[in-house]
């Protein structure tokens, strides 16, 4: 049977608001205990519209009080509740970016069980991963021998609020908003290293702006070529292709993306992909659901006390990564 949670939440953003709380309330074995913001405006109205009590005292206290601490507040912000969880022993679910480098993801995972600390990359569980995922085990198409990732909305989010700080963002849009797209990439390809070759960049003050970044990733079947390009200043073709030897496909990395699988002669092809996810659960193919379906799999870490794809420690190489690719960002 599983056990029941008490949630502390800190950080009373959109995504609490949008997913976060409607999700909560429909776990039957969470319970939203509190809600916090140094904005007590929003700590307010999400406290009005989902019925869930504000913390009145501070945070450090009220995580005494529940098992669970959900953390969205920018990066810059949370090591004193990281260290306030791991004093308490209770475990944490946090939104990324979680580090800017391998020694710091390893460090801040250590206050932790390895069960007890999850990273909030909830596209994981997209349909699309799974599907590109099994293309690329199956061998079905051959090797895969590339990827080509594309992200780029003209934008002047960067420039406002916390988001125009790299010590509270973490960085611009490549670790706030693209790193889903790359842990998505390291998910589909089971990769078990990267090297970044090279990156063509604009930044300002250490916020990333446009890029265009050739990596390398080591996998099972051998290397893989990735070059990603992605932007606020330029409105691109949204999407990822995968070269096989013997074919291609195209799709988008959102939750209910076709895929489209083309002949080297550029014919589209007919493919039951379906048939390949027969044994596969808990598919998202909403936003919502993913969040759900992450949720159900943290408190199932919890419940068995053991690791599984929401651990901080299945995150390692995405951080690596974004440390490698900031590393040629001056």
């Given amino acids: 049977m599983s056990k029941q949670y008490k949630v502390g939440i800190i950080g009373a953003g959109n995504i609490v608001e949008s997913s976060h ?7 039957p074995n969470a319970e939203v205990a509190w809600i916090y913001d140094i904005n007590q405006n929003r700590t307010g109205l999400l406290s009005s519209m989902y019925a869930v009590q504000t913390l009145g005292g501070a ?20 090591q004193n509740y990281y260290q306030a969880c791991s004093a308490a022993g209770k475990a944490v679910y946090v939104e990324k970016p979680f580090a800017l480098s391998e020694q710091e ?35 079905v198409f051959g090797k895969l021998k590339s990827i080509a990732f594309t992200q780029g909305y003209f934008s002047l989010k960067g ?6 700080d790299a010590k509270l963002a973490g960085g611009g849009v490549i670790i706030e908003s693209a790193i889903h797209s790359f842990d998505q990439m390291l998910q589909i390809t089971n990769a078990t290293d990267v090297e970044v070759l090279n990156v063509d960049y604009l930044q300002k003050n ?37 070269t096989f030897e013997n074919a291609w496909v195209e799709c988008r990395f959102s939750a209910d993306s076709d895929l489209r699988v083309y ?4 014919k589209q092809l007919s493919f039951d992909i379906e048939a390949l996810l027969a044994n596969e659960n808990n598919i998202a193919t909403t936003v919502g659901a993913s969040f759900y379906f992450f949720w159900k799999k943290f408190l199932e870490a919890l419940d068995e006390e053991k690791a599984n794809f929401t651990s901080a420690q299945e995150s390692l190489l995405t951080t690596k990564w974004m440390e490698k690719i900031y590393g040629k960002i001056k």
């Fill in 21 to 27: 709380l409607p999700v909560l309330q429909n776990l």
């Fill in 159 to 164: 420039g406002r609020g916390y988001l125009s």
């Fill in 263 to 266: 002949a080297n002669s550029g």
């Fill in 206 to 242: 250490g916020i990333d702006y446009d890029s265009v970044t050739n990596s390398v990733l080591t996998t099972p079947t051998g290397s893989v070529d990735v070059v990603s390009s992605v932007s606020t200043l330029r409105n691109l073709k949204n999407g990822v292709v995968f």
């Fill in 105 to 139: 993801h390893l460090q801040t995972s250590s206050m932790f069980r390895p069960y007890q600390l999850a990273i909030g990359f909830q596209r994981r569980s997209y349909k699309i991963v799974y599907q590109l995922r099994q293309l690329v085990q199956s061998g």
């Fill in 59 to 78: 945070p450090e206290e009220g995580i005494k009080n529940v098992d669970i601490c959900l953390i969205t507040i920018p990066y810059g912000v949370r």
